[in-house]
């Protein structure tokens, strides 16, 4: 993929309007998670707001979540997959609890995997804790990680928010199997609390994140890598939702996980680094169509992007020079692209003559 470097200091990376862009591009192409059960361990999820008729649960653990965190996160899932259902494992009934527990829902997880031709699982971890990466129960955990894994169930896990560098004791952070996601900031840059070190793979908004209480009110907000784990669980759910209703079955693990690593904009440090790791995921949702990063090239003026593949469309925005844009998709004289006017993402088309793939 042709690299192209996104400095938060250089271009405003608005990451919460780039996640609405991409969730409303591939709910418009039908892509809404169908076929998928995410699987929660975390304090339990309320049948609330958006999540009634979604949430199913463990006879392992209580039902009711009295802390929010896991209704949280569930609804965060559901925003971006509304047509998926939610598993919840209340492993955190008090806000703490237990390795013992959690691996015990990762073992249920993985009979239910196997059992169940019918749906596609997807695992999300908002928790950790230290430990040895001796102790029995912590190297128990990594198998079953590992174990899904191999199923072909992708598990996203919340990096921390110590704001330090962990040096393989904290789990399931530190595990090389599950995708690790850090949390940034909406300009791009790296939430000063987001624990780091070099088994981070992506990193997502994890700031003052708007969602769901488990009470039912909508107005809330939380900070975290806990927020910004199931946003990359939500991405992965839309990629494979995408990838089951073109194809007829599912793509592998390590399938997904290129495709997230693939559509990265980089963050922090030119190239992979241990902070926000491979960068932002963004796709568009284009049918068998790898994403790949130009600028504006026009040599003077500015051109216009616009709302169809022809000059006489409706002009949605000016593009100056040097402005980033995302090459979603290749016409005859077009370009389907995003460009970032602003701190905001403007989906359209842009004449081919106009936009230079960045080297």
């Known amino acids: 993929m042709p690299a192209f470097y996104f400095a938060a200091k250089e271009v405003p ?26 699987a929660v361990i975390d304090s339990g999820v309320n049948p609330v707001g958006w999540l009634k008729g979604k949430v199913r649960y463990s006879s392992l653990f209580p039902a009711t979540d009295t802390n929010g965190h896991g209704t949280f996160v569930a609804g965060q899932l559901i925003e971006w997959c509304p047509e998926a259902a939610v598993l919840s494992y209340n492993v955190l009934p008090n806000g703490t609890g237990k390795v013992s527990d959690t691996n015990a829902a990762l073992a249920d997880i993985l009979k239910r995997v196997k059992a169940d031709t019918s749906h596609q699982y997807i695992v999300n971890m908002s928790l950790g804790g230290g430990g040895s990466v001796v102790n029995p129960s912590i190297v128990q955990q990594g198998k079953l990680i590992s174990q899904l894994v191999d199923e072909n169930v992708p598990v996203c896990v919340s990096a921390g928010n110590d704001g330090k560098e962990a040096k393989l004791d904290v789990w399931p952070s530190c595990f090389h199997d599950p995708v690790c996601v850090a949390a940034i900031n909406d300009n791009g840059a790296k939430a000063n609390f987001s624990t780091w070190h070099n088994e981070m793979d992506v990193a997502d908004a994890g700031v003052s994140i708007k969602g769901l209480s488990h009470t039912g009110a909508s107005g809330v907000y939380m900070s975290g890598t806990s927020m910004s784990a199931p946003n990359v669980a939500g991405k992965i759910g ?72 022809s000059t ?29 006017i602003g701190g905001k993402c403007v989906v359209g088309y842009m004449s081919t003559k106009y936009v230079k793939e960045a080297k």
């Not at 608005?14 to 591009?25: D, F, S």
């Open 312 to 340: 006489l469309t409706t002009s949605l925005a000016v593009v100056p020079k040097g402005t980033p844009i995302i090459i979603c998709a290749h016409n005859a004289g077009w370009h389907k692209c995003t460009a970032f």
């Open 13 to 38: 990376v608005n990451a919460k309007v780039y996640n609405q862009t991409m969730r409303n591009a591939f709910h418009a192409k039908g892509y809404k998670g169908q076929h998928i059960i995410f």
């Open 238 to 309: 839309l990629i494979m939702s995408k990838y089951y209703t073109d194809n007829g079955d599912w793509p592998s693990e390590p399938a997904v996980y290129d495709t997230l690593k693939n559509n990265c904009i980089d963050l922090y440090k030119k190239g992979y680094d241990p902070y926000t790791g491979y960068g932002f995921v963004y796709m568009d949702g284009s049918v068998g169509v790898q994403a790949t990063y130009g600028i504006c090239a026009k040599t003077t003026g500015n051109v216009r992007i616009r709302q169809g593949a």
